[in-house]
Nanobody, 124 residues
């Protein structure tokens, strides 16, 4: 089992940057692929980015491709989401999730453990 805690959210102006962190407990963090999802008010939770166990494979939603970068440091049991060129439509609660799948998943159903989320607000 793994527990996930997100941090790094906040309020930023359009065009700005934030880096989110997803810290995991447990000594088998490298056994999990990790994904980031977001949920805006009144909308369904959507996929943002995902990374494989050792970071060799990454996937991105089209809406964030070229602006967001997912990475991981297994020695620190942490996954990061660097978000640049932020837009008001990026405003949402961002959550990370862990999956025992050998490859990263884009579907919510592919994840076994979830964090509580961190709020990101982008002002225009």
């Amino acid at each position: 089992q793994v527990q996930l805690v997100e941090s790094g959210g906040g309020l930023v102006q359009a065009g700005g940057s934030l880096r989110l962190s997803c810290a995991a407990s447990g000594r088998t963090f490298s056994s999990y692929a990790v994904g980031w999802f977001r949920q805006a008010p009144g909308k369904e939770r959507e996929f943002v980015a995902a990374i494989s166990r050792i970071g060799s494979i990454t996937y991105y939603a089209d809406s964030v491709k070229g602006r967001f970068t997912i990475s991981r440091d297994n020695a620190k049991s942490t996954v990061y989401l660097q978000m640049n060129s932020l837009r008001p439509e990026d405003t949402a609660i961002y959550s990370c999730a862990a999956s025992l799948s050998p490859v990263p998943r884009m579907a919510r159903s592919g994840y076994d453990y979830w964090g509580q989320g961190t709020q990101v607000t982008v002002s225009s």
